[in-house]
């Protein structure tokens, strides 16, 4: 562990993943994160999780760990989003104007670096997620809108990690036999 903090400017944050990391290690420790949030998931989002979930598995299992370890952050992001409290829109009096400013912000940031990232030469190849990625990216926006912040941001975050998935997914989604291996697991 290092002992003296990273020089920055003041107010920048870090990188949400760790460049240093190897992929199967982040995929692992995000398989272990939604492994405790998918108990509280129900519905579109349970679904939603589980197929990128086992996208990651087979991703994986194929020797595309980066592929992995950005579904399964995506997969973390749409379950925090879907546990968020549901009043959480009801507090939005409550949050000062300067931090709804850089809330808007950073979900603009979020969801124009997604759409930048989705209209590349890669898209072809990420068809198999396309429902998931424009479903973040609405419910970022409906989120927003209602003043349900802390979910916007997570839905924006979800659609611009699905926006970093490269070549090397299927043609169609794992089968029944692949979520029950994760699932057994």
Do not use: C
């Not at 194929?62 to 989003?81: I, K």
């Not at 997604?114 to 990625?133: C, D, N």
């Amino acid at each position: 562990m290092r002992n003296a903090k990273p020089n920055r400017a003041p107010g920048k944050v870090e990188a949400t993943t760790n460049p240093a990391m190897p992929d199967p290690l982040r995929a692992y420790e995000h398989f272990g994160r939604i492994d405790i949030l998918e108990g509280g998931l129900a519905g579109s989002p349970f679904v939603d999780v589980n197929v990128l979930a086992n996208l990651a598995q087979q991703q994986l299992d194929s020797g595309y760990g980066e592929n992995a370890a950005n579904l399964l952050r995506a997969a973390e992001h749409l379950s925090f989003a879907a546990l968020a409290p549901k009043e959480s829109a009801q507090l939005t009096s409550r949050i000062p104007g300067e931090l709804k400013a850089a809330v808007a912000a950073e979900v603009e940031r979020l969801t124009g670096a997604a759409e930048e990232l989705w209209s590349g030469s890669r898209k072809s190849s990420r068809v198999v997620i396309e429902s998931v990625y424009r479903g973040a990216l609405q419910n970022a926006g409906l989120a927003f809108d209602r003043g349900a912040y802390r979910p916007a941001l997570q839905f924006a975050r979800a659609a611009e990690a699905l926006a970093h998935i490269g070549e090397g997914l299927p043609a169609t989604l794992p089968g029944d036999r692949a979520l029950t291996r994760r699932l057994a697991s």
